[in-house]
């Protein structure tokens, strides 16, 4: 009799071969961006998400129910969301987990019920939702799913419509947003959903797969189990680090030197023998030093000898982390101990210079990330406890970031969280400038957000591939500048180019262009560019201030 339902434990099995079905083709999601800059993450931000959950997950009993599951999954992705894409995820899980998590066994109607959920928790959680995107084609499977729940019984055969529907879906993608079809791609978030529901129903199918992550690390969340730490040396093998030089009084040619080794291999591991015509050093991990000073002596004296215990060592070196963990726990709980301050301030930045920029403006807790690693909805709810703060203003500054910091602002209830949507450094920048300690939060999120609409913002990188936008063919290692709007000018010259989208977005109302320069441009080159936008631009103010960002040649802001 063919099964009708989905238990516990192939649920399990189907979330976690999605989840590894990501995993492996994560890198052909992150060539799927539209923009072809060297940061195209959203492959990387989709499995980071997913990987928190399967973490959470494997931390499980064997015979964890639907419920246990169904609280992994959504604490998991919530927690580990990253990106916009990761979170539009981890929003999809949780509305499908609400629904099922109260049911033993998934037939078809509670999974489409599922699935009618998700995309409405989904939809809720995007301000401004986009046709053409990974929420097009959730609410196409989903739609399906409601039409076919009461037409099937087989699972296997629901399955297979609803990504039937999902890839039709996911290939008119480009027909809904032009800047898609011009590219030559559908959704990378799409893509990605498909991707993980391929992988479920080839789990369903029974293909045999092999679930071992590159790295999965538990969120702090449902499954996530912490403690004492015994300390084991288990592991040592051999106790005695031995170290000693035999000073030769006979030959020692090359079959006397294989005897040698493979005696003290015999006894040992990590060995390490130097021989020329005078001395002889060794290394060997042992249980028996005594033994490998005998050896040496049939070739002559020995000097330097020293013995370690390695499990001594071991035990110290855990115990002084112990020590460690515990001082710096003492200094957390006195920190929450300690009054809260008014205001804290968190940041999301890239590179050492732009961190200090705002260290100095008062910022209290630096996510580093950005362009180049989206921090998590954990990350961020780390750093508003860090901050410790009656009210804790955040700024993303990175359109890619703001859900996140969203989703970390529902999930806190004991102090105030103002998410400032920052889309850039820069408008972060002039944020903090803005901020006014005598006005309350409400004026203060309005004021920060009437500065950073002044601000424009120019970043400057290379393109990793070919493509076309906005009507502009893009070849691979073109520069290209990026506005907040999309390409504002391509060429071979870095100058060439930064300039050319100067003159883009600098009017008559702009009065001041800062300039922050990346790891990859050298201080002379910056200034040569600095003077050369003050040749061309006599009447603005232009400052230049080292970013250290990575990718990114230099990030210029118009104010």
């Not at 996530?224 to 170290?243: L, N, P, Q, R, W």
């Not at 201080?523 to 631009?537: K, M, N, P, R, S």
């Amino acid at each position: 009799m063919e099964t009708r339902t989905v238990s516990a434990a192939m649920l399990r099995r189907m979330f976690l071969t999605g989840a590894k079905n990501l995993e492996h083709r994560k890198e052909w999601i992150n060539q799927l961006n539209v923009f072809p800059v060297p940061d195209g993450d959203t492959g990387t931000n989709m499995t980071l998400t997913i990987m928190s959950a399967a973490a959470e997950i494997n931390a499980l009993p064997e015979d964890a129910g639907i419920e246990l599951l169904s609280k992994a999954i959504s604490g998991g992705s919530l927690r580990g969301a990253r990106g916009n894409s990761g979170v539009i995820l981890s929003q999809l899980c949780r509305g499908f987990t609400k629904e099922i998590r109260d049911h033993e066994e998934l037939d078809i109607h509670v999974i489409a019920a599922g699935l009618k959920r998700a995309v409405d928790t989904a939809y809720k959680a995007v301000m401004k939702p986009k046709e053409g995107t990974i929420l097009t084609v959730a609410r196409s499977i989903a739609e399906k799913g409601l039409e076919l729940m009461d037409e099937m019984e087989d699972p296997g055969e629901f399955f297979a419509a609803l990504l039937k529907a999902g890839q039709e879906s996911l290939d008119r993608t480009p027909e809904l947003l032009p800047v898609l079809k011009e590219a030559g791609v559908v959704d990378s978030g799409g893509e990605g959903l498909m991707t993980v529901l391929y992988g479920a129903v080839d789990a369903w199918n029974g293909k045999e797969l092999d679930l071992t992550f590159e790295s999965m690390q538990p969120a702090e969340g449902v499954a996530a189990v912490s403690g004492h730490k015994e300390i084991s040396t288990d592991d040592i093998k051999f106790g005695y680090c031995t170290e000693f030089i035999i000073n030769l009084e006979k030959p020692f040619p090359e079959e006397e030197e294989e005897k040698m080794k493979s005696f003290l291999t015999s006894i040992g591991d990590s060995l390490v023998l130097v021989a020329d015509e005078e001395i002889v050093k060794i290394h060997v991990h042992t249980n028996h030093p005594g033994q490998a000073f005998e050896k040496g002596l049939e070739y002559g004296s020995l000097s330097r000898m020293k013995i370690d215990n390695m499990r001594i060592e071991h035990q110290e070196k855990l115990f002084r982390e112990s020590e460690m963990q515990a001082a710096k726990q003492k200094e957390q709980e006195e920190k929450e101990a300690a009054p809260r301050k008014e205001n804290g301030f968190i940041a999301v930045t890239i590179g050492d210079g732009m961190s200090e920029i705002f260290t100095g403006l008062g910022v209290d807790v630096l996510i580093k990330g950005g362009q180049t690693m989206n921090p998590s909805t954990d990350d961020m709810l780390s750093a508003i406890k860090e901050a410790h703060a009656e009210t804790v203003y955040i700024l993303p500054n990175n359109k890619n970031v703001i859900l996140a910091a969203n989703q970390a602002q529902s999930l806190t209830n004991d102090c105030r969280v103002v998410v400032v949507p920052t889309k850039t450094v820069p408008q972060g920048i002039t944020a903090m400038i803005a901020f006014n300690a005598e006005l309350d939060p409400e004026a203060n999120l309005e004021a920060m957000r009437e500065e950073i609409s002044r601000v424009k913002t120019v970043e400057v990188t290379y393109a990793v591939r070919e493509t076309k936008i906005d009507g502009v063919e893009i070849h691979m290692d073109d520069i290209m500048a990026i506005g907040d709007d999309g390409i504002l000018a391509v060429g071979s010259d870095i100058k060439e180019v930064a300039l050319e989208a100067l003159k883009a977005v600098v009017d008559e109302e702009s009065e001041l262009i800062s300039i922050y320069n990346g790891d990859n441009f050298s201080g002379d080159e910056t200034e040569a560019l600095t003077d050369l936008v003050t040749e061309t631009f006599p009447d603005l103010d232009v400052e230049a201030n080292y970013g250290g960002q990575p990718i990114y040649y230099c990030i210029m802001s118009v104010e």
